[in-house]
């Protein structure tokens, strides 16, 4: 395959992140301390190398990025301060833009002002779709499910879990195409992608790698609890909110035993947790991957933590038996979490929890038709 050259590529990267590519004089140091290097994925060396000679398309077709879990072993380490572990980061940002099809991720990522702003905009949307289409006010009590009727709300999830669906199924496509089709020289038989399909449920619900990265690393191994318990809390809620709304939104309150409200102090619970650890954590600049934040590093943990918030808020004044304070919380809250979920989820940095372990999948089925093609092979002669 002819390598095609760009020397814009190297500054466009420049706008996803930190890192001193420029002053990588690739001696390996990198690539010697990391513990998932490989012959076939000797990052994040190669990485660096391609990007300071402009090949766009190797990287753009490249799984490397999405195998580090920035550990920080090779920026502290590196001799010339180029911060390898940030590079590999600004690399995933930048593939998360070219996986998806529409530009809203390269916005995001390189305009603060076009992802504030689109939230800002999402979220007055539904505030105004709040005050003129609402539901009769009762003041005497609360009555959530006059004001916001469930079915009317449960209709509305459907149509974000249509969208989300799209728009992540087409992106994953575009993954597919890039590190799968192009460029790719082996056969792959299609059973392959259904034998080695337990490699990405595994993955997406344990990031499993990340844990054997860390081990004997007992500060960074609980950094990983931590973002276990944050994808835990996060994925329940988003299960709640589309399949069991009718559960959770209602006006009768359940008692302290009720699996209702102990499903929803959980994640409330983790999710306020590892939110708060993220902004905490940036803001001491303690572990190697807080040293460098880009906007989209700050923007998704204090939107969940907000969300969480308004959501602890909303429920405390049902509890309390304050009508106007709970209706009007509750809109707040659908307020952020429309563009949390909307436009964080496919464009943004949320993205990455599908990315990472299907980069994991096609690993595993890339090296598995290696190993079918060269069993399939005739022996050589004597």
Not at 166 to 179: G, P, Y
Not at 247 to 264: A, M, N, T
Request: charged share 20%; hydrophobic share 45%.
């Amino acid at each position: 395959m002819t390598i095609r050259l760009d020397p814009t590529f190297l500054r466009e990267l420049q706008e996803y992140g930190e890192g001193g590519f420029s002053e990588c004089f690739n001696c390996g140091n990198c690539t010697a301390i990391c513990p998932y290097t490989s012959d076939d994925y000797p990052f994040p060396r190669n990485m660096i190398r391609l990007v300071q000679i402009g090949g766009r398309e190797k990287v753009r077709g490249s799984i490397d990025p999405w195998l580090c879990y920035y550990c920080g072993d090779c920026s502290e380490t590196c001799p010339r301060g180029a911060e390898p572990g940030e590079i590999m980061m600004s690399l995933r940002r930048w593939l998360t833009a070219q996986y998806d099809w529409t530009g809203l991720a390269r916005k995001f990522y390189t305009s603060e002002v076009w992802e504030i702003g689109s939230m800002v905009v999402l979220g007055l949307l539904v505030i105004l779709t709040a005050v003129f289409f609402h539901a009769p006010i009762v003041t005497d009590r609360v009555e959530l499910n006059t004001f916001a009727p469930v079915e009317f709300i449960h209709t509305a999830d459907w149509i974000m879990a249509g969208f989300l669906v799209f728009f992540i199924t087409t992106n994953v496509l575009r993954m597919h195409k890039f590190i799968m089709r192009d460029g790719v020289n082996e056969r792959i038989p299609l059973k392959l992608y259904l034998t080695e399909a337990w490699h990405l449920v595994v993955h997406f619900a344990t990031q499993k790698r990340w844990a054997q990265c860390e081990e004997g690393k007992a500060k960074r191994n609980w950094s990983w609890i931590a973002h276990m318990l944050l994808v835990s809390g996060y994925v329940l809620m988003l299960v709640i909110i589309i399949f069991f709304l009718k559960w959770f939104q209602v006006d009768e309150i359940y008692p302290i035993w009720h699996p209702q409200r102990w499903l929803g102090y959980y994640a409330t619970i983790v999710l306020v947790f590892g939110a708060a650890r993220a902004i905490i954590g940036r803001i001491r600049k303690t572990l190697q991957m807080h040293r460098f934040s880009h906007p989209s590093d700050w923007i998704f943990p204090v939107l969940l933590l907000v969300v969480t918030l308004t959501g602890i808020f909303q429920h405390t004044f049902r509890y309390l038996g304050l009508p106007l304070a709970t209706y009007y919380t509750y809109v707040v809250h659908l307020a952020f979490v429309a563009p949390m979920l909307i436009l964080e989820v496919p464009f943004g940095k949320w993205s990455h929890l599908y990315y990472r372990p299907l980069a994991v999948y096609f690993e595993r089925i890339r090296a598995r038709a290696k190993e079918v093609a060269l069993v399939g092979q005739p022996a050589a002669a004597d």
